[in-house]
C-alpha cells in the first residue's frame, strides 16, 4: 500500500476546498448577475420605442377644492439620440365609470397651472384638446439613463353630480410610448378618516380594465389629517397600459371648485343684447311706412322698364337691362329682325333723347348701329356690368331720388359691425374656460395672453372677414351679378358665421355656446339687411309700381279691351314692364282674343307666317336667349389648372382611459 505524506493530503484537501467555494461564490454570485443582465435588457417593444421606461412615479396631492398637485417622476434610457420627452395632458374629455350596474358618463374638464419640470428646458403649448408638455433642447442631443420631473396643478371643474363628489384621475398615460418597469402611484386625500375602502387603482390598455395590477398600502396621518394611498405594480406594464384612480365620496367633500357659470351667463347676456340692439335699431330706424297701391294703368312718367326692373326689388338683374331693346322699339327708335328662327339684328333708327339716363347711354352705345344677336361678346358684357353700376348709381347721386334714408343705411352698417361680436365674445369665451391658464411655464397675465392669441388669432380673422363683406354688401345693395350680389352675399355670410360659430364651439367642447354665438350674429345680419327704410320717394314711386304691376296681373279682358280701344299702341307700350316682371306670357294670354296688328318695329319668324301675340311671345323668348349669349363672356380657351385639393386636415385626439368603463385623462408621451 502506497504512503501518502501528511503534507501531501493537507495540500491536496485545501486546493479542492479551496476550488469547491469558489464555484459555490461563482454561481451564487454568477446567476443573478445573468439574470439581471437578461432583465436589463431592451425589449423589441422597447427598441421600437428607442427608449426604456425604468420607473414611471406619480405623486397626486387632492385639495379640498378638487385642485390636484400632480408630480410625475420619470427615468428613461435613451437607446436612440434624442433631445428629451414630451407629456400630452389631455384637459376635456368623458368620465365613464359604473355605479352599481348603472353606467355613469359625464363631460370632464381642467385647468392645468404652474408647470414645472427638472432634467431640461421646456414649452408647453395646446394642441388637438391637450397640453403638451416638451421637455429638452432642439438643438441637444441625449444618450442613456435620463431623469425628469413635471410637477403642475390640475384644476377639476364640478362634476355637475348632486348626490356624491367623485375623484377619478388618469394617473399613467395610456398612450406611453414604451412599456414601463416599474410604476409607483401615490394618492394623498384630505381628511385621515376619509372612508378609501372602496378606492380602485385600475389598469389596462384603452377600452380593457384590469384589477389587481398593484399593491397598494393605505396610511393615515392624523397629524396632516390626510389618508395616503400608495400602489406599486407587481410587475412590468406593457405599452398601452395605463392606471386610473378611482374613488366616490361623500357630497360636499370638495367645496370651491372651479366653474364656468358666471362667464357663459355672461356671454348669454352679451349674445342677447347684441341682437337687442339690432332690433332697437330696425325698430326706430328701419321699419318702412306701409305701401300705398294705388290701380295704375301705366307705369309712372319719366320710368323705363330698366328703372322699373329696379326699383320693383331693389336689384338690377340681366333681365331688366335687355328689356330695354323692347322700351326702345316701342318708341320707334330701334328695330327688331328675327332673320331665321334663333337668329335676331337689331338696327338702331334714331338717337337717344336728350333726356336719357347714363345707364341707358352705356347700352345704346355698346354696339354700332347694327347688331347680330347671338355670338358671345367680352365687350357687351362689360357694358353690361357697366350699365348695372350707372343705373344704381343714377339714384344713388340724386338726393331727390335716394331709394332708402341715410339713417337707416347707418344703422344697418352698425347691425353688420355687431354682428362681428359674437364671435369675439364666443372666442373669449372659450379661451378662458377651456384653455390652460400657464403657457410656456409662465403663468399670470403673459400666459393668458399667449392663449388669448392661440385662439383670437382666427377669430379676429372671422370676424374682419365678416365686416368686410358685410360693408360690401351695403355698398353694393341693388347689383346683382358681376360680383357678390346682395342676396348672395347675405346668404354666404350667414352660412360663415354658423360655420365658424357652431365649428369653434364644438372643438373646444361647448357646443350649445356655439349654437348661440351662430344664432346672435344671424340675427344681427338679418335686422341689418332689413333695416334700410325706403325714403319717401322711394314708397311712393314704389306703391304706384306695384299697383301697376298689380293691374297687369289681376285685369280682367275686358277692361283691358277697352284700354286697347282706346289707345291702340297699348299692349306694346306695356309689354316691357311686363316682360321685367315677369308676366309677358299673361299679358300676351289676355290679348290673344284681340286683332293686334304686328308692330312696325318688329319683324319676326312665325309658325306658318301668321302673326298673333302667342308666337310673337315665342319670338322675343327666342330673341331674349340669343341677346343673352351676346351680352355674356366668351368662355376662355386656355386651359384650366387642376386644383390642388384643398379642405381641411384634423390630427384629432380621443379622451378617455379607456379602462375602468372609460374616463378623462389618457394622454401619452414618449422621447422627441
Excluded at 420627452?85 to 374638464?109: F, L, T
Excluded at 441637444?140 to 371643474?157: C, F, H, K, N, W
Excluded at 329696379?310 to 318708341?331: C, H, I, N, P, T
Excluded at 343714377?394 to 352698425?414: C, E, H, I, P
Amino acid at each position: 500500500m502506497k504512503q501518502v505524506s501528511l503534507d501531501t493530503y493537507n495540500f491536496s484537501t485545501q486546493r479542492t476546498f479551496a476550488l469547491a467555494i469558489l464555484c459555490v461564490l461563482l454561481f451564487v454570485f454568477a446567476f443573478p448577475i445573468g439574470v439581471l443582465a437578461r432583465e436589463s435588457s431592451p425589449t423589441q417593444e422597447e427598441v421600437r420605442a428607442g427608449m426604456v421606461t425604468e420607473n414611471y412615479k406619480v405623486t397626486a396631492y387632492v385639495n379640498h377644492d378638487n385642485s390636484i398637485r400632480i408630480t410625475e417622476s420619470i427615468g428613461v434610457n435613451f437607446l436612440e439620440s434624442s433631445r428629451g420627452i414630451m407629456r400630452n395632458i389631455p384637459v376635456s374629455g368623458k368620465v365613464i365609470y359604473y355605479d352599481g350596474d348603472d353606467r355613469v358618463e359625464m363631460d370632464a374638464r381642467m385647468k392645468v397651472e404652474d408647470v414645472t419640470v427638472t432634467g431640461g428646458p421646456f414649452t408647453t403649448y395646446k394642441e388637438n384638446g391637450e397640453l403638451v408638455i416638451r421637455v429638452g433642447d432642439p438643438d441637444v442631443y441625449l444618450d442613456g439613463p435620463m431623469q425628469y420631473e413635471i410637477s403642475y396643478t390640475a384644476r377639476m371643474y364640478d362634476d355637475g353630480i348632486k348626490d356624491y363628489d367623485i375623484v377619478y384621475l388618469n394617473m399613467l398615460p395610456t398612450g406611453w410610448a414604451s412599456p414601463i418597469r416599474q410604476a409607483t402611484l401615490t394618492v394623498s386625500l384630505p381628511g385621515a378618516d376619509t372612508d378609501v375602502s372602496a378606492a380602485e387603482f385600475i389598469s389596462g390598455q384603452y377600452g380593457y380594465a384590469q384589477a389587481g395590477e398593484y399593491d397598494v398600502v393605505t396610511q393615515a396621518d392624523k397629524t396632516s389629517d390626510r389618508v395616503v394611498l400608495t400602489a406599486t405594480s407587481k410587475a412590468p406594464l406593457t405599452k398601452g397600459s395605463g392606471a386610473t384612480f378611482l374613488l366616490r365620496v361623500p357630497e360636499g367633500y370638495f367645496t370651491g371648485e372651479v366653474s364656468d357659470t358666471l362667464l357663459f351667463v355672461v356671454m348669454a347676456i352679451l349674445l342677447i343684447l347684441v341682437p337687442l340692439i339690432c332690433l332697437i335699431l330696425w325698430f326706430s330706424e328701419g321699419r318702412d311706412k306701409p305701401l300705398v297701391k294705388p290701380v295704375e294703368f301705366y307705369p309712372p312718367d319719366g320710368l323705363s322698364s330698366g328703372d322699373i326692373g329696379y326699383l320693383v326689388d331693389g336689384r338690377v338683374e340681366q333681365r331688366d337691362l335687355l328689356s330695354m331693346f323692347l322700351w326702345w322699339a316701342s318708341k320707334g327708335i330701334l328695330s327688331i329682325t328675327e332673320t331665321s328662327k334663333g337668329k335676331f339684328t337689331i338696327r338702331k333708327l334714331g338717337n337717344l333723347p336728350a333726356n336719357a339716363k347714363s345707364f341707358e347711354r352705356v347700352l345704346w352705345n355698346s354696339f354700332g348701329s347694327e347688331l347680330e344677336l347671338g355670338k358671345p361678346s367680352a365687350g357687351l358684357a362689360s357694358a353690361l356690368t357697366s350699365a348695372k353700376k350707372a343705373l344704381v348709381d343714377d339714384y344713388k347721386q340724386d338726393v331727390r331720388r335716394m331709394l332708402y334714408t341715410k339713417r337707416s343705411v347707418v344703422a344697418g352698417r352698425v347691425c353688420f359691425a355687431l354682428a362681428t361680436c359674437p364671435i369675439f365674445v364666443l372666442f373669449i369665451c372659450l379661451t378662458l374656460a377651456g384653455s390652460p391658464v400657464s403657457i410656456g411655464g409662465v403663468s399670470g397675465a403673459g400666459a393668458l395672453a399667449s392663449s388669448l392669441a392661440q385662439i383670437l388669432g382666427p377669430g379676429a380673422f372671422f370676424a374682419v372677414w365678416i365686416f368686410v363683406i358685410g360693408g360690401r354688401i351695403l355698398l353694393r345693395v341693388g347689383v346683382s351679378g358681376g360680383g357678390i350680389g346682395a342676396r348672395g352675399g347675405v346668404i354666404l355670410l350667414l352660412i360663415f358665421i354658423v360655420l365658424v360659430c357652431v365649428i369653434g364651439g364644438a372643438i373646444q367642447g361647448y357646443p350649445l355656446a356655439g349654437l348661440g354665438a351662430a344664432a346672435s350674429g344671424v340675427i344681427a345680419i338679418v335686422l341689418g339687411v332689413i333695416a334700410r327704410k325706403r325714403t319717401d320717394y322711394y314708397n311712393g314711386i314704389l306703391g304706384r309700381i306695384f299697383g301697376f304691376k298689380n293691374f297687369i296681373d289681376t285685369a280682367e279682358v275686358n277692361r283691358m279691351e277697352r284700354l286697347f280701344e282706346q289707345d291702340p299702341g297699348y299692349y306694346y307700350g306695356i309689354l316691357p314692364f311686363a316682360w321685367v316682371f315677369g308676366l309677358s306670357d299673361l299679358w300676351a294670354r289676355k290679348f290673344e282674343r284681340m286683332a293686334i296688328a304686328p308692330p312696325t318695329w318688329y319683324y319676326g319668324y312665325y309658325e306658318g307666317n301668321s302673326f298673333n301675340t302667342y308666337w310673337m311671345m315665342r319670338s322675343l323668348g327666342r330673341m331674349h336667349t340669343a341677346t343673352i349669349r351676346s351680352f355674356t363672356p366668351p368662355a376662355s380657351s386656355g386651359g384650366g389648372g387642376s386644383g390642388g385639393g384643398g379642405g381641411f386636415s384634423s390630427g384629432g385626439s380621443s379622451f378617455g382611459g379607456g379602462f375602468s368603463g372609460g374616463g378623462f385623462g389618457g394622454g401619452g408621451g414618449g422621447r422627441w
